[in-house]
């Protein structure tokens, strides 16, 4: 049996990543992965048992690459509107350096079908962390009483929108700054 390179699978990944953001996911196969790398279909399915895997894993790299971007900002013990600034400052910095792993979350995220297949917020200690830290500010009626995760999907589209202006040239930070952006999310969450 042939040994499996951690190489490979790196680049299984960036070339299923690239067909998602061209074709979108139900546009991508491990037949086109593979046919662009030029390789066997099956020395793809030596990596990931199926197509399925193969696109969660690549959401999965691109949510950890996020985490581990946003990891060291996560301070409890910080003011709730530093820790806001500081968290989606940290955010929209790593949407912009790292712009395709943003759209191939949201990508995911839009669709309802994947949705229930992705990892859980119980499945990742940043997002636990995070998530019980909104609760706590929601119970000292900092944080508006509406649902955690609606209120960060809201923040997050904030987000990858503006990311996704800068990138087509739409939008300049000269005429909407990071700190607007995260003013408008702090309007949308904060009482």
Request: aromatic share 10%.
């Amino acid at each position: 049996m042939k040994l499996k390179s951690e190489a490979l699978r790196k680049k299984i990944l960036a070339t299923a990543t690239t067909l998602m953001i061209e074709d979108g996911i139900e546009g991508t196969s491990t037949v086109k992965v593979a046919k662009q790398l030029e390789m066997a279909q099956s020395n793809v399915y030596s990596y990931y048992k199926s197509r399925e895997d193969l696109l969660l894993a690549v959401f999965t790299y691109h949510q950890q690459l996020m985490v581990a971007s946003l990891m060291p900002l996560l301070d409890e013990s910080a003011a709730p509107i530093q820790q806001f600034e500081t968290l989606f400052s940290g955010l929209i910095q790593f949407a912009k350096v790292h712009y395709d792993s943003i759209r191939i979350i949201m990508l995911f995220r839009n669709q309802p079908n994947w949705r229930q297949k992705l990892p859980t917020i119980n499945d990742d200690a940043f997002f636990i962390r995070a998530f019980k830290l909104l609760r706590d500010y929601q119970a000292a009626k900092i944080v508006k009483p509406v649902p955690v995760d609606f209120l960060v999907e809201g923040a997050f589209s904030i987000v990858v929108n503006y990311v996704t202006a800068l990138h087509a040239g739409e939008l300049t930070e000269d005429k909407l700054t990071v700190q607007d952006v995260i003013s408008l999310i702090e309007d949308l969450m904060l009482v």
